[in-house]
């Protein structure tokens, strides 16, 4: 499955799209690989949100 293109006014329809795709990713994963594939997505956006706080309190 594709990855679901999103609208600019992200509606409950985009929601619904990003559960499904995020469903065919996960759907075969045993529970450890599943554990593996949400705790590097996680640490990714982890990553990403406290580059943008430092960013933010850099430029105060």
Known sequence: MEKPILSPNFTIEDIHKLRE????????????ERMDYYNSKGLEIHKIIQERKSQKY???
């Open 58 to 60: 850099k430029s105060f």
């Open 21 to 32: 795709y995020n469903y065919h990713q996960t759907k075969n994963l045993n529970p450890q």
